[in-house]
């Protein structure tokens, strides 16, 4: 019997690129976990409505902590889903009415939270990533106010559950198999939005989150 030594290294050779690739391959894929944390930003020009009164930020805080929760899972080396939950903490302070009504002037505070769900692609270089990312948030929005309006004093509370687009851009760092560090700036649209208005209505913020968080892939 006669034993082809050149064919016999070929098809270990191809055994052992197969199964590199395989590893490769299940190495790109697969469930993960993360947490993020950072600062939000609310934008000075949020406004809202009260009857016909626009109550508008005379000394608000505009930045707060922030942090969320996130699982899903990556398809490949340039897609995954995710979904998760994120607090974008709350906004408080003094609130004014237009200039010519120098009668309304309170105290207004604004907090929401939420689930998102989103579709995330990824560009590799190596170890590092960038990303794209679209999706939405449900969000639990709560308002606040109470003060002086039009002379009148007024106390009202709204709470709303609706759902709104985000956006945001990422980069990672892959320290392993299993670990990665990254940051992002997401952008939350239309925060907490009603078209109610026989009551205080919510003309909502477009938020916007920079996070640094951690990965653990399974």
């Not at 002379?151 to 985000?166: E, K």
């Amino acid at each position: 019997m006669v034993i082809n030594t050149r064919a016999c290294c070929r098809a270990a050779l191809t055994s052992l690129l197969m199964s590199t690739a395989g590893a490769a391959a299940a190495a790109d894929s697969g469930f993960y976990v993360g947490l993020d944390e950072g600062w939000v930003k609310y934008p000075g020009s949020a406004m809202r409505q009260l009857g016909t009164t626009t109550l508008t930020g005379a000394e608000l805080d505009d930045t707060n902590f922030t942090y969320d929760f996130n699982a899903g899972y990556q398809f490949n080396r340039y897609f995954r889903l995710e979904a998760g939950w994120a607090d974008l903490s709350e906004r408080a302070g003094l609130l004014r009415g237009p200039t010519g009504d120098p009668g309304t002037l309170g105290n207004e505070s604004f907090s929401a939270k939420g689930e998102t769900l989103v579709a995330i692609g990824t560009l590799p270089f190596g170890k590092w990533d960038f990303s794209l990312k679209a999706g939405i948030l449900r969000a639990d929005a709560h308002l606040g106010f109470s003060g002086t309006v039009s002379d009148s004093r007024y106390v009202s509370r709204l709470i709303t559950i609706n759902t709104h687009p985000l956006y945001g851009v990422g980069a990672g760092y892959n320290i392993d198999g299993h670990w990665r560090i990254q940051s992002g700036f997401t952008s939350y649209r239309d925060v907490g939005s009603t078209d109610r208005t026989s009551e205080f209505r919510i003309v909502g913020p477009n938020i916007g989150a920079l996070t640094l968080g951690i990965v653990y892939r399974f």
